[in-house]
């Protein structure tokens, strides 16, 4: 049987500290060369919102086998692109546009031992669990071992996560948040407390979350820096979910910077009418790639695996960027996700014999 | 509702002709860059089968998206491959060791209007039916309208698809074909001749199967090329599915050569040790690209779009190579297959909810 499972059946069955510990495996393997990820593919045409907004379509896959698990699996995406400016700032939108408000991300698991798919689940909670790990990851190898204070600008979905890695790894005592939306703010320190069991403090700036902060993070949807040169003091550890978060003043003042991946690509085919409409074309120095900061990157592969070394000393300020994702990480957090979710007795059984064929493909 | 149905659901509601008609709209959007198609993305670690044999498991992806139809379609593949010689040529083999003795192929159909997951469905045979409506419109735009004798190589489930596209494009009048399996060859050609209702002939040898052919094709697992140059007359079209069937020195005998995409690149992401173990490394001339070829090759995009010309002349000697698949076929024929299928009540319909989710992705 194939099994059919929803965000709220894995988040019930995959913690935090057994992601961190699955992918903590994954990485080292990754390093070593016994874990394979693909390139992530992006498919792009012009499209428009049911509201009759510009849009893009976008079908999006990664692809990665994780042969320590037996596994290998696909995270896709169907996506509506828009790009509203909020509060001064361009951001990355997808619009909720199927049936009920909803959106449309995959992760289907596989085999490698038979090829069936074992399980086939929305990409939410997985999607945001390996970001969060993935930077708790890099807290782990370059924060401070005494990090306590943490401050945050967003307070989506992806902020949470980022919170509860953060948490795992190092003994934090105290959060700062910042969120334009004051309500947003709000309500996330309010819950967040309750949930870490740590003050969680709604402060009205950026720079207020920011003093103090053993650990400077950003977890937002922005398409324009948001972390500061200025906020990192010697000691600190900066963290990013995406590389529109920082400029590159900022990563040449650091000592350390490790990205999420070195070796993967990102690429789009995109129709002649959509490219012309694009606005996320100018990535700065992520396009331009200066000598200077590439030289002297390292990846979460080479930390794992121990090729490359973490924070060395108390006063380093070192950085991690999630540059970009890994069809890899669905792998490994799914591998684990459908052992419990099927100890558990959770989801839907459907008949593999659906998803497979007796005619060779 | 996501509808779920089955290679045989799709064969009775998508007859060969109608794919021919989606298919040559879709390369002429394509051929004007109105359709949009990424990368094959094949990622490959070292595995066995399920009897102790040294094999490659490979998870590929292919996407591509198609706004005249407003869908999107990824079509993705689990495999165990392996690499038996048979009848003295190296064979591609992929192993179907899902329960049942079954394979994993499928294709997922999605909305460019809201990004819901219209269809699921095994790939075999909308795969097979695209490979061979694509030899179609080759043949279509290439071989001589009165075109009547073919000569084919290969039994199988493509080399069937095949002759369906031919008698489709053309009025075919007898087939002739060869395999090497003498058993397999008598079955196909009793079945064929009653399918087509022409008579289709098992003969001895390849040469046998060639002799006075206007459309000399292959439909095979070869890795080793099968077909000859000098089997190509003044005025016969040739026709291949993979790049392997064939060597440089026919394809140099042509006066005008068609390939199926010019633009998509395959890609292979392969772990070390699968790397150092992988039979297909070497393809010869389609890695070398020489420039005397590559210079006047031509794509169906072109052709459908009238960007190219067909054949100009009875004697020309002319080739259609399926040289790679692309995503986008899949949102074609998937998107008229879907339609098909719900107009006729075929199938499992799924709650869309099970594949949609309240988080951003």
Redesign the interface.
Known sequence: MTL?V??EDLERVLPMDDALAVLEDLYRDYGE???????R???????ST?DGQRAH?G?K?M???F?RAEV???R?????VTWPVQDGLKRR????????G?????V?L????????LM?C????L??TRVAAANGLGARYLARPDAKYVGLLGT??QAEGQLLAFCTVRPIERVRVYSPNADHCETFASQMSKRLGIPVQAVGSPAAAMADADIVAAAT?TLDPVLRAEWLRPGVHGSAIKVQEVGIDLLRRCDRVAFHTLKNVK?H?????AEQANPEQEHGWWQERPADLWERLVDLGQLASGQAPGRASPDEITFFMNNIGM?LQFAAVGARAYERARAAGLG?D?P??????????
């Open positions: 059919v929803s965000n060369g016994r874990a394979v990820s693909g390139p593919v992006d498919v792009v045409a012009a499209s049911p379509y079908l896959t692809a990665g086998v042969p290998g699996a696909i896709l995406n169907s996506d509506l939108v997808k619009v909720p546009a199927a049936p009920g909803r959106w449309c991300g995959l289907l596989f085999s490698t031992r038979t090829g069936e798919p086939i929305p990409d939410g909670y999607q945001r989506g979905w949807n690429q085919t995109v129709a002649p009418e069809g839907h459907l593999t014999d659906w998803f497979t064929e007796t005619v060779h493909p």
